[in-house]
């Protein structure tokens, strides 16, 4: 007689043949049935998607089970519900990646995303984010992206975050963003993302505004982007005047020579 096939703990089925999920991948299942994708779940964890899906595939994730559990408890308390303001509700529960020394160095570091600039390479990009906080500094850190694509002669795009009620005219509108009914994004926290300068698709040409003149426009705001980004949604009939940007993607690129 052939000796029994052994299942690991995390394998194990339960009834209906369903396989049992550990606490990081339940608490992952809680997160999802209340309405966020796995990639807002590894976003949330600072951490990327494919080791989201390991939670359930591989019974990876032990080490953020605290951290779920916390925004957990916040989406469904009523709490904070978006991404940003869950991410620092997981940051108190969540160690940084560290790397291991190198020779000569007194101990490990933490770790550091790997980033490339690619602009200089035609049809490449580079991108640069800022929430709330960040964008109340003067959002310092994307004030690169647009230096280094207006070097090049390169194009830009934006995407901001604001209250829903705080812009003028309708989701979708032409006069907001031609051809781009597909870039308006609703939040369930009432707020809205829209896209301004993204490829027009078809034969309506590349889309982006011109990095030098955006520049000009930041230089003009003291070195503050968003300001720049916020003054021109002002100037174009886009925005409230005293509307409050929530969130800030900057991307630049240089089209094929």
Do not use: C
């Not at 035609?122 to 960040?134: L, N, T, Y």
């Not at 995407?159 to 829903?164: C, D, I």
């Amino acid at each position: 007689m052939p000796p029994r096939k052994r299942t690991t703990p995390g394998r194990r089925a339960r009834r209906g043949g369903q396989p049992q999920l550990n606490e990081a991948a339940r608490l992952t299942q809680q997160l999802i049935d209340a309405g966020y994708t796995k990639k807002q779940v590894a976003d949330i964890i600072g951490r990327n998607s494919s080791l989201v899906s390991q939670f359930f595939t591989k019974n990876k994730g032990a080490g953020f089970v605290d951290a779920l559990r916390n925004v957990v408890q916040e989406v469904q308390s009523g709490g904070v519900n978006d991404i940003e303001g869950l991410k620092q509700v997981a940051a108190h529960d969540i160690t940084p990646r560290t790397r291991k020394a190198l020779p000569g160095e007194k101990g490990p570091h933490r770790a550091r995303t790997r980033t490339k600039d690619v602009i200089e390479t035609p049809g490449h990009s580079a991108m640069a984010r800022a929430a709330k906080q960040h964008i109340a500094a003067g959002a310092s850190r994307l004030r690169p992206v647009i230096e280094r694509t207006a070097a090049v002669g390169g194009s830009i795009a934006f995407t901001v975050r604001a209250k829903k009620s705080a812009f003028i005219l309708d989701a979708g509108d032409r006069r907001d963003s031609p051809g781009l009914r597909r870039g308006v994004v609703q939040r369930p926290d009432g707020t809205e993302e829209r896209a301004y300068g993204k490829s027009l698709g078809g034969a309506q040409g590349p889309g982006g505004f011109d990095a030098q003149e955006w520049q000009r426009r930041v230089e003009a705001a003291n070195g503050d982007v968003a300001a720049a980004v916020r003054n021109w949604l002002v100037e174009t009939g886009r925005l409230q005047p005293d509307a409050v940007l929530t969130h800030l993607e900057i991307r630049g690129w240089k089209l094929q020579d």
